[in-house]
């Protein structure tokens, strides 16, 4: 369940960076980004891109891949949420960054 304050706690680019760690991956055509956000529902969805559309600016769609939910991060928004995240990325996860954010 993703709480209804989410948005106070998400909202660094620490955060950010954190998320994407751990959920995140990079398409393999490096054309943007994905979150994975299938376990929650396509309201909760909705919710989480208006906390990264507020707090960051980032622009997403929500995308069904085999029955479930995720966020994707358009070529549009991909620069500007790499630029964001990529300083926090640990060195171990760099494959996850596209060569130039």
């Keep these: 369940i993703i709480p209804l304050n ?11 960076a954190v998320w994407y760690m751990d959920d995140g991956y990079l398409r393999t055509d490096k054309s943007g980004a994905y979150l994975c956000t299938s376990s929650f529902s396509h309201a909760e969805n909705m919710h989480l891109q208006n906390i990264l559309r507020k707090n960051f600016g980032i622009e997403t769609n929500i995308h069904l891949a085999g029955g479930y939910l995720r966020l994707h991060i358009p070529s ?3 620069n500007k949420f790499f630029r964001i995240i990529a300083p926090h990325i640990c060195s171990c996860l760099n494959y996850k960054l596209p060569l130039t954010p």
């Design 76 to 78: 549009r928004s991909k």
């Design 6 to 16: 989410l948005s106070e706690y998400l909202n660094t680019p620490l955060a950010l």
